[in-house]
């Protein structure tokens, strides 16, 4: 069955990097694209980018500047790094298959921002 | 970048009740996505390509629109659909509603 689940730090320092790995299993990324998708506490959604099957990437515009991810097939693991962290960007971080839509989620992770 | 309004924000049904969600796009969209999410958990996948349910959502749910209005019907609301609701259109870059809290009475 298809699995995803994220990892990385729970605090991070304002100005640092937030470097996240999402592994996923029962899927290979050669074939499947894979998101990452933010929560902030008791807020909605929003889209962060993905990175397609082909190895291409896309990113949100509002974040563009500041965000890169990136993949290794052989490990199956989707890594995202964001730079410049501030206390706005404390939030849930998801990962999630794309195919027409967000098929499946990951449990996701709690960042927190803070000094 | 597309935006998407929901409304209500939130809302409170008695079971039985008809719920009806709406997303209305800034622009037109050629499908509409939604997803539920109860506290603490991640989304799930609820109605894809505006009207198909997904793999174990009850048959009292149901989807449709076109262009920039989409809705979320629940027939005979039930105490398990309290959540709230999130649409998402499948044009890139993919963008979120700002969700609609439904609560049981």
């Known amino acids: 069955q298809v699995q995803l689940k994220e990892s990385g730090p729970g605090l991070v320092q304002p100005s640092q990097t937030l470097s996240l790995t999402c592994t996923v299993s029962?899927?290979?990324?050669?074939?499947?694209?894979v998101s990452w998708i933010r929560q902030p506490p008791g807020k909605g959604l929003e889209w962060m980018g993905v990175i397609w099957s082909n190895g291409g990437t896309d990113y949100n515009s509002a974040i563009k500047s500041r965000l890169s991810i990136s993949r290794d097939t052989s490990k199956s693991q989707v890594f995202l790094k964001m730079n410049s962290l501030q206390t706005e960007d404390t939030a849930m971080y998801f990962c999630?298959?794309?195919?027409?839509?967000?098929?499946?989620w990951g449990q996701g992770v709690m960042v927190t921002v803070s000094s | 970048e597309i935006v998407l309004t929901q409304s209500p924000t939130t809302m409170t049904a008695s079971p039985g009740e008809k719920v009806t969600i709406t997303c209305r796009a800034s622009?037109?969209?050629?499908?509409m996505h939604w997803y539920q999410q109860k506290p603490g958990a991640s989304p799930k996948p609820w109605i894809y390509?505006?009207?198909k349910l997904a793999s174990g959502v009850p048959d009292r749910f149901s989807g449709s629109g076109s262009g920039t209005s989409y809705s979320l019907t629940i027939n005979n609301m039930e105490a398990e659909d309290a959540a709230t609701y999130y649409c998402q259109q499948w044009n890139y870059p993919f963008t979120f509603g700002s969700g609609t809290k439904l609560e049981i009475k």
């Open positions: 390509e505006t009207s």
């Open positions: 029962g899927l290979s990324l050669t074939s499947n694209s």
């Open positions: 999630a298959r794309y195919w027409r839509y967000f098929d499946y």
């Open positions: 622009s037109s969209v050629s499908y």
